[in-house]
């Protein structure tokens, strides 16, 4: 039997998406104290399910309960996308429906940011500024978790074919 240390060297991939998002959420609550729009709206496309219970939190709650929500539940959300990804890579998941899942998220996401980023670029032109470092870095952290979602369908999508290739 592996120990936890080997465990962890063998599967740490598994690392990636969740610590991008979590890096995503300290850099938007950052952004959000510091700007009067609030920045947490440019991970709504790739959080999309947690935004259905975030509007009443963010009327009553605000931006620490927002940060703990996305935070955490968010995390989680990008670590099963990429278990996906990963469990389908070492042979553990071979499963259509998991294909289907992780290839939503990777298209579902960008199409919803998309116009929050169209929108952001719009402002920047009528105002004459450019956009912000910080909100640069929010929409690249972004691309690179919708990068790993593709990544985790394509990575379940090779493993159901050589399913049904092999067996």
């Known amino acids: 039997m592996a120990s936890p240390k080997e ?6 991939p598994l ?9 995503l959420c300290f850099l938007t609550l950052h952004l ?18 947690l935004f259905a219970i975030l509007p009443p939190m963010v009327l009553v709650g605000g931006g620490l309960a927002v940060f703990a929500v996305v935070l955490l539940l968010g995390t989680l959300w990008w670590y099963l996308i ?13 499963s259509s429906a998991a294909t289907i899942f992780a290839l939503g998220v990777a298209l579902i996401g960008p199409a919803i940011w998309a116009d929050t980023f169209h929108r952001d670029i719009r402002e920047a032109a009528i105002t ?12 690249l952290l972004v691309g690179l978790l ?11 999508a090779i493993a159901v074919w050589t399913k049904h290739d092999h067996g």
């Open 82 to 94: 990429g278990w996906v990804g990963w469990s389908s890579q070492v042979g553990r998941l071979r």
């Open 7 to 12: 465990s962890w060297f063998r599967n740490w």
């Open 32 to 49: 959000s104290r510091r700007t009067p729009d609030d920045a947490w709206h440019r991970l709504m496309g790739i959080d999309f399910p």
């Open 128 to 139: 004459g500024a450019t956009l912000a470092v910080g909100v640069r870095l929010q929409y």
């Open 146 to 156: 919708c990068i790993g979602a593709l990544v985790s369908a394509i990575s379940s």
């Open 15 to 23: 690392a990636i998406l969740p610590s991008l998002h979590a890096v």
